[in-house]
């Protein structure tokens, strides 16, 4: 996942930080870390001072980092598993994070639209039970895995979303957006 992504993904959820504290806690270097920053700093989206960073407005990081997510190059695995959606869900090990509709789903306990697809971020042991429990198939694929980097959170749902081509994903983002802004 982009490291730009990650800050991003970060300063939704905190919303009075330091560099260094984000540097330390997602793992990134500083100088990544504070190039993130620079950008967001000159569109208005945080206010940088000797004692951090505030953030100052939400909905510019959300978008700037909706416009970096790149879910195509991410993507670590996908297969075609010949199941309905809801027994993809069931049948996911231990070491998975939702993302996506099945996310949505879970956190808000509604659809804005049906589905045919599985998101999931997955670490590496989880990885290896999914390859194991979903081989690769023919077909187009319906299930998706992302490398776990760090915690998903409703901007990184978002952000994965906007970046999902089917007409369906739009619904998801027009009532996922308002309530990452919350």
Known sequence: MKKGVMVCAWLMDHEKTT???????????LSTVNRTVKK???????DVSNRGLKTRDKEKILMYMASIRNTEKDLVYRTRVNKKVREIERSMPGGVEFTAYTAYKFIYEEVPADYSEVYVYADEQAFDEIKRRFP?????????VFKKEM???????????WNIKEW???EFTRELHDRVLE
């Open 136 to 144: 690769k198939t023919k077909g187009p694929p319906n299930l998706f």
């Open 40 to 46: 967001l700093e000159n569109m208005g989206a945080v």
């Open 168 to 170: 369906y994903a739009k």
């Open 19 to 29: 560099q260094a504290e984000m540097s330390r806690e997602l793992d990134i270097s």
């Open 151 to 161: 915690e998903v959170n409703d901007a990184l749902i978002f952000a994965d979303l």
